[in-house]
């Protein structure tokens, strides 16, 4: 099996505003020379984590979505990111995961954000979805997501990678810096985790601290505070070494 080559895009955004948010993307995703099979973006990456559903929601045939799966075939690269998407008279803090050859793929995040009334504006998704990449199987998570490991949990190893995109305040980043490695050594799988960085329309400051964990809990890259376009090279050897060499899957409840 290849190894996998994922790049984060760790930025600030926009507050609120979309056509600004595309551009910035736009610049960052040509901006990448190195070799890579997928590029994560944060949560909501097109306005900010913002409660403001009516006016800023997107449906699936608009024009977000659109940029999302050209961006992809233009790459001729996987592109995953969440924004606020409007269907059947309601509201989703959904990720996309485009592929470049049109095929879109959906998550809705499940956990959502009560002290900030997200369940009040958002519909909870109830779903996990596994992407295919390469040979990899990959799980994607939204942020709150990431404090739920029963939600999380890697039965029989059913996934290789689990992705968190997120919009996480600095004021709680030593919870991000915890659960990021224990969700890696618990399901002995790769972790990534995206987020952004800088001050939202709500004043709340983001740090980043975008990881990449490897399945003994390892930190294989971390950035604070600054933007950063990183490629981490995850190993499929090493992964499947350290479930042979250390099968405490087997004896999950």
């Known amino acids: 099996m290849q190894d996998l080559k994922v790049t984060l895009i760790q930025t600030s955004l926009?507050?609120?505003?979309?056509?600004?948010n595309l551009c910035l993307f736009d610049e960052k995703i040509d901006s990448i020379r190195d070799e890579t099979d997928l590029i994560v973006l944060p949560e909501m990456?097109?306005?900010g984590f913002s409660m403001n559903a009516e006016k800023l929601s997107q449906e699936m045939d608009g024009k977000a979505v659109g940029w999302l799966r050209e961006k992809s075939h233009s790459r001729q690269t996987d592109i995953t990111g969440s924004m606020i998407i409007s269907?059947?008279?309601?509201?989703?803090?959904?990720?996309?995961?485009?592929?470049?050859d049109g095929t879109l793929f959906h998550y809705d995040k499940r956990h959502l954000f009560r002290m900030t009334g997200e369940e009040k504006v958002y519909s909870a998704g109830d779903r996990n979805i596994t992407v295919e990449l390469k040979g990899w199987r990959i799980r994607p998570f939204i942020c709150y997501d990431l404090r739920f490991p029963c939600w999380t949990r890697n039965i029989n190893n059913s996934y290789d990678v689990a992705i968190f995109i997120a919009?996480?305040?600095?004021?709680?980043?030593?919870?991000?810096?915890?659960?990021?490695?224990?969700?890696?050594?618990?399901?002995?799988?790769?972790?990534?985790?995206?987020?952004?960085v800088g001050d939202d329309g709500n004043g709340y400051y983001h740090s980043?601290?975008?990881?990449?964990?490897?399945?003994?809990?390892?930190i294989i890259f971390r950035k604070q505070d600054e933007e950063s376009v990183f490629t981490a090279s995850l190993s499929y050897t090493a992964l499947q070494e350290y479930r042979k060499s250390f099968p405490a899957w087997m004896d999950a409840d």
């Open 87 to 100: 269907e059947n008279g309601k509201y989703f803090n959904r990720l996309l995961w485009a592929k470049p």
């Open 45 to 47: 990456f097109t306005t």
């Open 208 to 218: 980043g601290d975008s990881s990449v964990i490897d399945p003994a809990g390892i």
């Open 14 to 20: 926009f507050w609120e505003n979309i056509e600004s």
């Open 167 to 196: 919009n996480w305040p600095e004021k709680r980043t030593s919870h991000w810096k915890t659960l990021l490695p224990a969700r890696a050594i618990e399901n002995q799988c790769y972790v990534i985790g995206l987020n952004r």
